[in-house]
């Protein structure tokens, strides 16, 4: 069913599940290393692959982590809670079970607040817990590589007790058409919240971010939520917008044609941008979740907790609020920047020397527009915030132009080295000879004798055309202002 | 009195991927159900006033530092594995043909 219609009949209600893989160099209950893309079974040990005699002791920087992203979210800390062990008969884990949180998380209700169409949201935080990573299945056999109707699988357990936190929100309701909005900008804010934070390279492509999304829907004017549905493989941002877009309408056409929905794992699809079914899902009773025997109980000393809430960093939101506050930008503006990523980039150029406004320019305007070209994000283009401060250096000690300097940024794109390098080896320096540019103006007025004429006879508008020749002339190279007042000079005219 | 229903037993033994024969259920739902009523003789002693333990030792806060120590080799780790490929654990198909 289109969007529209299905918005018209029924309202969604959203939850997101987002894992996190913390960025601890060990392993959450052993001292395997974490590196990422390491060889197959490389980082294992007796404890993450579950032999018989070891024992897990939890990494004391992983509970802390887990302890400062819940004060960042503004939720409550534990003063005491244990590890869960849920059971479950996947071979990725080999222990046939995960130690993770169940009834006791180590933090609790909080929120984030997130921009919408200039509107904050308020998503509400349920819970936020810690356990520990699976390892990873590939599926041989059968014709798409997945799990359905392949033969065997085969495991590789480097990344099983990696530590994962899980952020779970509340049921977020009256969203209503904004709801793949609302779920992408939430899924950005706590992004850039973590990134902040230092516990995590928040990696959506490697898997180091990883969200889950929770939809379902009621008709209007009910209050009794439906049946949802839990969409995995939501690997990008624009994943989770149309993942959410796509199961309103999946849903609503079921609902409308008096279906029912199932409670089940959906399957994202990148290509596609549809879901598929999973398994239907275990009831929370089928995973026998009991005390983690081997784990004692975690009771955070307040004062330890108190500290780490003191020592949290300037959080996104407020760093957005003081750099708008400094650089004098509109609300407009200010969430153009935020959605192209360019922020940081911004705020790095300035650091760099350059002036915001200009910095802005350059990243907004030109930057932006190669980046859409190119289908990559502005973070990723290959020039640094330092080379962007370079340029802007180098227009305004006038030595180029805004032409010049586009011309600059690209070659610095292409891999052509440093702006300095760009401007030598393509000879891109403004024309500040004066001889030089005296004799191409003379062959420039030389070769329009009627514009020339015009100027004399006192229309001084005529001198635009006479200008545009002496830059084309020059290739972009001479200055025009310059090059407007020795024409009139030599045409005899008062500028 | 039967706590435990042979639809319970055949529902574990969905989840444990174990196939068992409509005897078998009936014989582990009786063994199961000892099972459980053995350990249900501890409520029986537990009064009011002791509260529910999950651990032996009043400890908490047992950590180990952020640091990484010697993993097994891969050979080491896959020695004790019944099947193995590229490296990996090579385990039989995980789900069925009705998942």
Not at chain 1, 346 to 366: C, F, H, I, L, N
Not at chain 1, 392 to 401: I, K, Q, Y
Request: include cysteine; glycine fraction near 8%.
């Amino acid at each position: 069913m289109p969007y529209d219609e299905a918005l018209e009949r029924f309202e969604p209600v959203l939850g997101l599940e987002t894992h996190v893989e913390l960025g601890t160099v060990s392993k959450m209950f052993c001292g395997c290393s974490t590196t990422f893309g390491a060889p197959p079974n490389t980082h294992v040990c007796p404890i993450c692959l579950a032999l018989p005699g070891s024992l897990p002791v939890a990494n004391v920087k992983a509970i802390e982590s887990t302890i400062r992203i819940g004060l960042a979210l503004n939720c409550s800390i534990a003063e005491w809670c244990r590890f869960a062990r849920k059971n479950y008969f996947y071979p990725d884990m080999p222990k046939n079970y995960q130690i993770s949180q169940y009834d006791e998380p180590l933090c609790t209700d909080g929120y984030l607040d997130v921009q919408v169409e200039g509107k904050t949201v308020r998503v509400e935080i349920e819970r936020v817990h810690l356990e520990e990573d699976t390892g990873k299945s590939t599926h041989v056999g059968g014709a798409t590589g997945r799990i359905q109707g392949a033969d065997y699988s085969i495991v590789d357990y480097n990344r099983a007790g990696i530590p994962l936190v899980e952020i779970v929100t509340k049921p977020v309701e009256g969203t209503d058409r904004l709801a793949p909005e609302v779920a992408k900008a939430y899924v950005t804010e706590l992004r850039e919240l973590l990134r902040s934070l230092g516990v995590s390279d928040v990696r959506m492509e490697e898997g180091s971010l990883r969200c889950d999304v929770n939809v379902s829907l009621m008709p209007r004017g009910s209050s009794t939520w439906g049946t949802r549905t839990e969409t995995k493989n939501v690997n990008s941002l624009r994943s989770v917008e149309r993942s959410v877009r796509g199961e309103i309408e999946r849903q609503a056409a079921i609902l409308a044609d008096g279906g029912r929905i199932i409670q089940e794992t959906r399957h994202f699809h990148e290509d596609t941008g549809a879901t598929t079914s999973g398994r239907s899902k275990e009831e929370a009773q089928d995973y026998r979740y009991f005390p983690e025997p081997d784990l004692v109980p975690i009771a955070p000393d307040p004062a330890w907790v108190a500290t780490l809430k003191a020592e949290l960093p300037e959080l996104p939101s407020v760093r957005r609020a003081r750099i708008q506050e400094e650089w004098g930008v509109s609300d407009l503006d200010m969430a153009a920047m935020h959605n192209a990523g360019a922020i940081g980039l911004v705020e790095a150029t300035v650091a760099a020397g350059a002036p915001a406004a200009d910095a802005r320019k350059w990243w907004m305007g030109e930057l932006a527009r190669r980046a859409n070209e190119s289908g990559t994000a502005l973070a990723d283009l290959p020039i640094t915030p330092g080379d962007v401060a370079k340029v802007t250096e180098l227009v305004a000690s006038g030595a180029l132009n805004d032409k010049l300097a586009r011309q600059v940024l690209e070659g610095v794109l292409a891999g052509e080295g440093t702006p300095e390098a760009v401007v030598e080896k393509r000879g891109l320096r403004i024309v500040n000879d004066e001889g030089e540019l005296s004799a191409i103006i003379d062959q420039v007025l030389a070769g329009n004798a009627d514009a020339a004429d015009k100027v004399r006879s006192g229309k001084i508008a005529a001198v635009g055309a006479l200008v545009g020749g002496v830059m084309k002339a020059s290739r972009g190279k001479a200055d025009a202002g310059r090059a407007r007042e020795l024409i009139l000079e030599k045409l005899g005219v008062e500028g | 009195m039967s706590a435990i229903t042979r639809d319970e037993v055949a529902h574990l033994a969905r989840l444990s991927r174990l196939a068992l024969d409509e005897g078998e259920l009936d014989h582990f739902a009786a063994q199961l159900d000892q099972i459980v009523g053995a350990v249900a003789r501890v409520a029986e002693v537990a009064a009011g006033d002791i509260p529910p333990s999950s651990h032996a030792l009043p400890l908490t806060n047992v950590f180990r530092p952020d640091e990484v120590r010697p993993c097994l080799t891969p050979q080491q780790a896959l020695s004790g594995a019944p099947a193995v490929e590229d490296d990996r654990f090579r385990v039989p198909r995980i789900l069925g043909e009705e998942a």
